[in-house]
């Protein structure tokens, strides 16, 4: 893989990797990611791309240092407006020569910035923002071009952000400093992330006092040293009264010899461009590595919280399973409804004497008035759905209090407010759910009751009196192997036990009771896991993929070993 293809890959990785979750340090890596992706937007891939390419040379400085007086004065004539007013210079100027005009009038660089030509507006105001200004001039040597940026310091936020961007844009960085403020902080910022890009610099200290041009260019040149930027060039210029807006010639005449030199030798611009390309790629190591660190934290923080969504819906499966197979459901309304399902608490008492006494008193009852089975249905499903519904409202609060405490969650809930509620059809679905499970046990029932051994008692027992009583027993035992009893509802469920073998056997109650408990479960769990569904999409809508800082480490490593 080429060195250009290899970073091309590196970029997609860095577009992919969005860091949108708002976590610890997140912002701060945005932005470098940001940035990141601008120098390989407009400098990086640009310059792979076409290394013949004309140097660009980025004029930078703090507020009121003179830059666009600088760049004026240089070309000869006004083409980047200057002024009293603060931020003077809003959006970028880019001066070439008239035979350089297609390798800037395209997207090559700055691909983020529209194409402006003409002169400056009268009124001191530049091209509106998000726009780079074209002025051709032979006053620039062919191979070279100027671009006046806007403040490094500036009060406005976003010409802060494109002086940034332009400076990491350029071959070669023209600092622009004054007497007074060679020292301030932020330029040094970002003349030692220079350094450490081993981008090109060029320094102009300008209004420098005529007595103290030595002694200021003597320590600047000293705190030059200290930041391993010794080679940079210093150019002076005292404090002279302008002439038509324009410093005069002899005060510019250091840093226009130097560009045309510049402009003039192919070999000393390849150097440049090597240099600076250099720099950029080798510090690509450092800067992509603090992006995986945050991309990995990214993936950690979306799997804790989609790891909490589902620890708290395993823990509903878990205690609907236990509500299912502890007697909870045979208390109550259950209770009541099964008692007039099959007589009179006598029942109760008589059942446990035989089998046929069972079934005898149970079929009496059955040829008498309609015993009341669709009420005592109807409690077992109003039961059974309650159990559901109030652990999925249980899963629901616990996600919503885990994702409140965990990194980013408060973001995605903010962003998907339904997500503190249930489904609105959630009731409904759930009574569909048990409906259905009713509609399973009847069958199953059928099915058991083809053996014609079976079929006479089936017949007298009824397929729904039975399916009620192998539910009613689902409800209360533990595999189907051992009921617990419970007071009064364990008796009921061994009531229910002993009516089913009467017609079915021990082996078969058993087998249909664990049957019936699966399928009743098999159920929930589809549903939790629909509702659990809608956490893991709002997450995904957010954007972190799993496995983001392994690929862009891969696409990093891929880069290194091409260089």
Known sequence: MTLLSS??????????????????????????????????????????????????????????????????????????????????????????????????????????????????SASGAETSAGSVRLVATEAVGQGLALLDAPDIDSIVAANRDLAAQLLAAA??????????RYADAVPWDLLREAGERGTSIAIVLDRVPAPVVEEISTHLQEMLDEQGLGRAPIFAVTESPLEQGLLPAAQTAGPRRWLDDLAGDAQARAAVVRQT?????????????????????????????????????RGAL???????????LLRGEV??????????????????????????????????????????????????????ENHAEIAIAATIRSWRSLPGGAQVLAMHPTLTESSGDLDERIERLVRSWQGDIFDMVREEGKDRRVTARLMAYGVNGLGLALMLVAFASTAGLALIEVGIAGGTAVAGQKVLEAVFGDQAVRDLAQKARERLFERVEDLYATELERFEDALRAVGVAPDQGEALARAAAVVKAAR
């Open 171 to 180: 071959d070669l960085w023209i600092f622009v400093t004054t007497a007074a």
């Open 7 to 120: 970073v091309t890959e590196l970029r997609r990785e860095l577009e992919d990797a969005t860091l949108p979750l708002e976590i610890p340090g997140s912002a701060i890596a945005r932005q470098h990611r940001t940035r990141l992706l601008d120098q390989l937007d407009d400098y990086v891939i640009p310059r792979l791309s076409s290394m013949d390419a004309p140097v660009l040379a980025v004029v930078g400085g703090s507020t009121g240092a003179g830059k666009s007086t600088l760049v004026n004065s240089l070309v000869g004539r006004e083409v980047s407006q200057p002024g009293v007013l603060r931020p003077t210079t809003r959006s970028p100027v880019l001066i070439h020569h008239p035979a350089d005009a297609a390798w800037f009038a395209g997207q090559r660089i700055l691909p983020g910035l529209a194409r402006v030509t003409g002169a400056s």
């Open 318 to 328: 878990s205690s609907v399973r236990d509500g299912m197979q502890d007697g909870t």
């Open 335 to 388: 209770l009541a409804r099964w008692q007039e399902f099959v007589g009179t608490g006598e029942f109760f008492r008589q059942v446990e004497s035989t089998v046929s006494r069972v079934r005898d008193r149970v079929t009496s009852f059955f040829r008498g008035e309609p015993p009341p089975a669709e009420q005592f249905g109807d409690a077992l499903q109003s039961g059974a759905a309650v159990l559901i």
């Open 277 to 313: 390309l250099r720099g950029a790629l080798e510090s690509l190591d450092p800067r992509v590595a603090s992006l995986v660190a945050a991309a990995v934290e990214q993936s950690a923080a979306a799997a804790e919280l989609i790891n909490s969504a589902r620890s708290a819906y």
